[in-house]
């Protein structure tokens, strides 16, 4: 460990015991539970979203759309919405659409991860999404998640990602000495084993020198399913665990019949388990007949270089590429159908 890290943990440490705020320290004790229980860092894999750098706001980067994506290519469809949109509804200034469309018109043409238009860089950045295990599998929410105010079951469903205008920035304290403690152990993460092919391998062993530094995002959550093979995730990101539990209560109740094609015995079966889950109000788990579902914690890190977050590397893959999106507008904000 460098002495700038020894001495940063050191003042993380001699912080907290002067604070000595009550919910501060029973945080922090979770966290060490936590690491005791959950040991062992499961890797799902790279997720892409856009960040942003404004020059005339600061040096920062800050996220622009949530870092979630599977592919970088769904990110780049993202920005080129942003920039389109922006181009359509936020300016009556020919020159500012002119420049927004022709950023638009690039990411039509070509796989470009930065642009910058008008002194703003547009970045479509990489990070790697991770849970802790342990014995009994992956990690649930811990009793000091926060939870929303609202943790109503019905209505609408709106949960608003953590991730916008989240400032990516290694060099920020994030609060707890074992916050602090797992960045400095992830600055040498690479993939590693034979599931992952060569190049992708030495694409990670490569942004370990190239993007040595971490930024961790907004800790999400999200739905497992435990099958033969191991777990493997069931639904987006969700910024709450009422929010993911919310989430799985719907879709064993509404969207799995339809998208499954359960049969009645299969939706009175899913139905019942989704009451019974529902009933509990804090619950983490549902098991329908072989199938168990767990509400499960996850974090994700983006790797920084000294200009800025890493980008995708050359061993992402993407199943699509560039398309058109949106109708052709003039720099007068007349939109064209028939182009």
Known sequence: MGDDWKQRLNQLHAGLVQRDDPAELVT??????????????????????????????????????PIVDGMPQQARDALNSTLWFRAKDDTDDP????????????????????????????RVVRGDEFART?????????????????????????????????????????????????????????YSGARFPADVRADSERAVTTHPDI??????????????????????????????????????TESWPLFHGFDEEEKAAHARAAEEFKATAHANEVR??????????????????PDGPEPPRPSDVDSYGPMKMHPTMDEDGTLHYDD
């Open 28 to 65: 922090e004790a979770d966290a060490v539970d936590a690491s005791y229980r959950y040991p062992h860092l499961a890797v799902r894999g790279p997720v892409f979203g856009v960040a942003v750098q404004d020059a005339a706001a600061g040096p920062e980067w800050r996220v622009l759309k």
């Open 95 to 122: 020159a500012v659409r002119r420049d927004l469309l022709a950023a638009v018109a690039v990411l039509e043409r070509e796989p470009v991860d930065e642009l910058e238009v008008r002194g703003v860089r547009y």
């Open 134 to 190: 342990g014995a009994d599998g992956l990690e649930p929410p811990r009793p000091t998640d926060p939870e929303p105010a609202d943790r109503s079951w019905t209505g609408r469903h709106d949960a608003p990602s953590k991730d916008v205008g989240f400032t990516l920035d290694p060099a920020v304290d994030t609060p707890g000495l074992m916050t602090s403690a797992l960045k400095l152990g992830l600055r040498d993460f690479a």
């Open 215 to 252: 930024a961790l995002l907004p800790v999400g959550f999200g739905v497992a399913e435990r099958g033969e093979k191991g777990w493997r995730p069931r639904s987006a990101l969700m910024p709450t665990p009422h929010d993911a539990r919310r989430m799985l209560y719907d879709a064993m």
């Open 288 to 305: 329908v007949g072989d199938t168990l579902y767990r509400i499960c914690r996850t974090e994700r890190l983006v790797r920084f270089g």
